[in-house]
């Protein structure tokens, strides 16, 4: 089977420990080289990665046999790295948000456009079989007409922060929690039910000294006229889950548990069975895929850019107390 050449830029966090395994599991992917600008996280993944590492992004860049690059890296750099490897006519897989700003990603979908590479970006909760399946079956009619959708995300993050980090810092994390959680289910009412108008938000912060606002609270009106709520922290235990309501019932995911649950119009509960999937290795052999056969990513720059342009209102409209049209 055919493998697409690719490198992997980033291995702090979950660039190690999850994407790995991922690249591994997709089955299409060769990893050629990897780099990681802390030489500590170098040594660390030196004694488990089978390849070397590279010196520099350069030399990523200029490896031949690099065909795309995963780049797992801060937000606010997301933008210059994108570009670059593009200009080196270097396919592109990047983690959400595809970018800081609606400006940024602008810049970012004209570069790879312009070099005709694929840019991928990391939406993976869409990828959720449960999501698959709320899709048709509110597709299907199953709850009647759809009447409105609401989601939360959230988790204690923001209690290990420290200001050497960049998730500190209001100009490299834009937003919070819903930079770094919310924007997935931003994505997923964008999946399930049409593009974003217009966005009334509110921040807070409560617990810690760091720059970022801890709690966001976004309410979204969709082109087609239905309302969705989104709720994030960056300081109360985990919960992340999407629950579409509907005139004749309603259903349930719950994405930390993988668990989908349908309630009739008596509020009877019934649970739908699916089976869990590895949402970034799915994500991963898609850009395979892209890179191969020259395919269209689900989650391209259009989808992450609609995604950022509803962060960016929410944060106008929490500063201005105003709705802000999309």
């Given at each position: ?61 200029d490896n031949p046999a690099v065909e ?61 079989p449960g999501m698959r399946l709320i ?36 100009a490299k994390c834009r937003g919070g ?150």
């Amino acid at each position: 089977m055919k493998k697409a050449g690719i490198a992997l830029v980033g291995l702090g966090g979950w660039g190690a420990t999850m994407s790995l395994p991922a690249i591994a599991e997709a089955g299409n992917l060769d990893l050629v080289t990897w780099f990681d600008a802390n030489p500590e996280t170098v040594n660390q993944c030196k004694a488990v990665i089978p390849v070397p590492p590279a010196a520099s992004l350069d030399e990523v860049l200029d490896n031949p046999a690099v065909e795309g690059v995963i780049f797992i890296v801060p937000n606010h750099v997301h933008a210059p790295l994108a570009i670059q490897a593009a200009g080196r006519g270097k396919h592109v897989w990047i983690e959400k948000p595809i970018a800081n700003t609606v400006a940024e990603a602008d810049s970012m979908i004209q570069a790879c456009e312009d070099a005709g590479v694929t840019l991928q970006v990391g939406h993976s909760l869409r990828r959720n079989p449960g999501m698959r399946l709320i899709k048709k079956m509110v597709g299907d009619g199953k709850i009647g007409e759809v009447a409105t959708v609401e989601a939360h995300q959230s988790h204690r993050g923001g209690w290990t922060l420290t200001p050497e980090q960049w998730r500190w810092y209001n100009a490299k994390c834009r937003g919070g929690p819903l930079n770094l959680l919310g924007i997935h289910q931003i994505d997923n009412m964008h999946y399930l039910l049409a593009p974003s108008a217009e966005v009334t938000a509110m921040m807070a912060k409560k617990c810690l000294p760091c720059e970022i606002d801890e709690i966001s609270h976004v309410i979204i009106r969709f082109k087609n006229g239905l309302l969705g709520t989104i709720g994030d922290t960056y300081i109360t235990p985990a919960k992340t889950f999407i629950a579409v309501y509907g005139t004749t019932g309603w259903l349930e995911l719950n994405l930390l548990r993988n668990t989908l649950t349908y309630f009739d119009s008596d509020g009877k509960p019934e649970d739908v069975p699916y089976t869990p999937i590895n949402l970034i290795a799915d994500e991963f052999k898609e850009f395979g895929e892209c890179i191969l056969t020259g395919k269209r990513p689900e989650t391209g720059g259009a989808e992450a850019r609609a995604a950022v342009a509803v962060m960016e209102a929410a944060i106008e409209s929490a500063r201005t107390g105003k709705v802000v049209k999309i």
